[in-house]
Structure formats: structure tokens, C-alpha cells
């Protein structure tokens, strides 16, 4: 939800002082929304603690007037500044701890594989759910095709939901099989979407 249309209500201005507060940070300046993406009742509180401890009053009236000092609204979105790039870098360590956890259990993983070729052995479990993920597929698409299902009935969706699904665990057992495409374009992707180094 966006920060304006979360604030637009009157009644819940009126009825909560937070959102007061936050609504005058807003009018004094509105290029902060932007900074905040869809975490905006999270950046309801911050935006109001931030009016709250420059102005020093939980009034909105009494904030809006002290805010009219252009230095106190260069702090004011200094601070807004400062909550969404650590808001952002608190996301992407999520991220990140995410995808090493997902590359450490892909290697072990892997490592088990490897302990199952040098035992002569191999891994049926992941043989047979390949093989059904692509009789699957194939299945799938062969049903449509020579059974004539439309994709827009409710077993032509149903169809194509599953084929889509397993389509999704094949191509995931190729990145597992043929190295990390996936792994470098999550990376990539992480990487981009970092805030610039010094700020």
C-alpha cells in the first residue's frame, strides 16, 4: 500500500496521532513517499517518531508550523533517508542469508551425490522424481493437445498449473545438475537492487 493512500483518510488521521504526524511529513515533503516502496505502515511510525523528535511535539498542527524552518525539513529527510536505506540493507542480508543457506544445503546436496558415485551407488530418489517431473510435462501437454482442453477451462488451467509447476522442479534440477545459472542471477539481482557503497 502506498504511503498517501495509507494516509489519505481523514478519519484516521483524526482518530490516530501517529498518522498525524506522519501526514505532515508527507505535506512538508512529499518526494520521502517514494523512498519507502510497499513497506509504507512500517514507514508510518518512523515518519512520525522522525517529525516527533525534530519538532518536538506530538501535535501535527504544532509540527507543521515548526517545520516551516527549511533546515528542519533537510533533517526531516535526512532521517527518512537514513530509515529506508537501513530498511533496504536489513532486506537484502535477508536475502542474502536466504541464498547462502540455499547454496549450503545445494552442496551438501551435491556432496551426497558424489559419496552415493564413489559408493557405486545412485541416487534413485532424485532419478525417479525427474523421470515423473518429465512424463509429467510431456504428459501434461500431450493431454491438451491430443484430448483438445481448452486452457481457459477449469481443467485446461489445472493442467497448465501443474505443467508449470513441474516444468519449474525440472529446471531447477538443471541448475542443480549443470552448475548455479540461478545462483549468479540471484547475485546479480541482489547486487543491483544495493543501495550505492557510502551512503
Do not use: W
Not at 515533503?29 to 506530538?58: H, M, Q, Y
Not at 508449470?164 to 548455479?180: M, P, Q, R, V, Y
Amino acid at each position: 500500500m502506498d504511503l498517501f493512500d495509507l494516509l489519505g483518510d481523514a478519519a484516521a488521521i483524526a482518530a490516530n496521532p501517529i498518522a498525524g504526524l506522519a501526514k505532515v511529513a508527507l505535506d512538508v515533503a512529499p518526494d520521502i513517499a517514494g523512498l519507502f516502496g510497499d513497506d509504507a505502515e512500517k514507514a508510518v511510525s518512523k515518519l512520525a517518531g522522525a517529525v516527533r523528535s525534530i519538532t518536538g511535539t506530538e501535535d501535527p498542527e504544532k509540527a507543521r508550523e515548526v517545520l516551516s524552518d527549511p533546515n528542519l525539513v533537510y533533517q526531516l529527510r535526512n532521517q527518512a533517508q537514513s530509515f529506508a536505506h537501513d530498511e533496504r540493507m536489513a532486506q537484502i542480508t535477508g536475502a542474502i542469508t536466504t541464498l547462502t543457506a540455499t547454496l549450503a544445503d545445494r552442496q551438501d546436496a551435491r556432496s551426497r551425490d558424489t559419496e552415493f558415485i564413489k559408493a557405486g551407488r545412485s541416487n534413485i530418489r532424485s532419478n525417479v522424481l525427474l523421470i515423473t517431473a518429465g512424463l509429467g510435462i510431456v504428459g501434461g501437454i500431450g493431454f491438451m493437445v491430443f484430448g483438445h482442453v481448452d486452457g481457459n477451462t477449469a481443467v485446461g488451467g489445472c493442467i497448465i498449473s501443474v505443467v508449470t509447476l513441474l516444468a519449474g522442479k525440472f529446471g531447477t534440477a538443471f541448475d542443480f545438475e549443470f552448475g548455479g545459472s540461478a545462483d549468479s542471477e540471484q547475485t546479480r539481482n541482489l547486487l543491483a537492487q544495493a543501495p550505492p557503497i557510502g551512503k
